[in-house]
């Protein structure tokens, strides 16, 4: 499967989210948590890479199997900011 290059930046955006499931990301885009692994292998730097790997093995927010289920949604409330609610006037 061929992402254009929007998604292939959301589903790194998403690899990048502690609450997003691996299985939500191959609902929405067809790719196994294998496939985003390389995915992430090949657009991020080495040391982000190893970075990232260390921080979802083993994570239970990133397999709906292993995730409690007080975990509801796949980001935080704080996540997603309204753009420019910082700027100055």
Not at 13 to 37: C, N, Q
């Amino acid at each position: 499967m061929v992402l254009s290059e929007e998604a292939q930046s959301r589903v790194i955006e998403m690899a990048w989210e502690d609450r997003t499931p691996f299985e939500a990301i191959e609902r929405l885009y067809g790719l196994s948590e294998k496939e985003v692994i390389a995915l992430m292998r090949a657009n991020v730097k080495e040391k982000a890479f190893k970075n990232w790997r260390a921080r979802v093995t083993g994570r239970k927010t990133k397999h709906l199997k292993l995730r409690s289920d007080e975990v509801g949604r796949g980001y935080c409330p704080s996540q997603y900011k309204v753009k420019g609610a910082n700027k100055r006037r």
